[in-house]
């Protein structure tokens, strides 16, 4: 299993940003993707964003435009870049690896909330 460790959560205002960061254990090159969900209240969890180990990127309709995700190879790190965020991005969110053999690695969750 790979060790996921989140960070950058908090409170925010409507139209305001945050970006959180996962930080991981073992090789990045041999996930064959890595992404962030979320799980919004009364929800289920729902994917927000993920890259691949090529560097192709995929978004969840509601977040296009507004989020980016990105990595840093050398600190073993995966961040999102959330903007012009809105009251219904409140949610937990996870960092998550898949990886053949190990399958799907959660971090803890970290909070998000965006005040109106």
């Known amino acids: 299993q790979v060790q996921l460790v989140e960070s950058g959560g908090g409170l925010v205002q409507a139209g305001g940003s945050l970006r959180l960061s996962c930080a991981h254990s073992g090789n990045i090159f041999s996930f064959n993707f890595m992404g962030w969900f979320r799980q919004r209240p009364g929800k289920q969890r729902e994917p927000v964003a993920t890259i691949t180990t090529g560097g192709s990127t995929n978004y969840a309709e509601s977040v296009k435009g507004r989020f980016t995700i990105s990595r840093d190879n050398a600190k073993n790190t995966v961040y999102l870049q959330m903007n012009s965020l809105k009251p219904e991005d409140t949610a937990v969110y996870y960092c998550?690896?898949?990886?053949?053999?190990?399958?799907?690695?959660w971090g803890q969750g970290t909070q998000v909330t965006v005040s109106s």
């Open positions: 998550v690896v898949f990886r053949v053999g190990d399958g799907y690695s």
